[in-house]
């Protein structure tokens, strides 16, 4: 079996990720906090091994986390009211 499709499979079900929910960007998010800010990338990965270990939340990329795709989904912040 060629390699890509084998490392497709294992994160389709092994893994379980929804590959529909994952984007380039969050794979491009990864690997700047990895180079740039490690000790940030670890403390987020053992919280997220934590809650899954705990069983409270939702497992990654799963379609009740409601997290929006990329910063351009999220709403805007709301303007601030003109003082007279």
Same mark, same amino acid.
């Given at each position: 079996?060629?390699?890509?499709? %084998?490392? &497709?499979?294992? &994160?389709?079900?092994?893994?379980?990720?929804?590959? !529909?929910?994952?984007?380039?960007?969050?794979?491009?998010?990864? !690997? /700047? &906090? %990895?180079?740039?800010?490690?000790?940030? /990338?670890?403390?987020?990965?053992?919280?997220? %091994?934590?809650?899954? %270990?705990?069983?409270?939340?939702?497992?990654?990329?799963?379609?009740?986390?409601?997290?929006?795709?990329?910063?351009?989904?999220?709403?805007?912040?709301?303007?601030?009211?003109?003082?007279?």
């Amino acid at each position: 079996m060629p390699r890509p499709v %084998k490392e &497709l499979l294992r &994160l389709v079900h092994v893994e379980q990720i929804d590959l !529909s929910q994952v984007k380039r960007v969050d794979f491009e998010i990864i !690997s /700047y &906090l %990895k180079d740039s800010h490690p000790d940030l /990338y670890r403390n987020l990965r053992r919280a997220v %091994k934590g809650r899954q %270990k705990a069983g409270s939340g939702t497992p990654p990329f799963s379609e009740d986390a409601n997290i929006p795709d990329d910063l351009g989904d999220s709403q805007p912040a709301a303007p601030e009211t003109a003082q007279r």
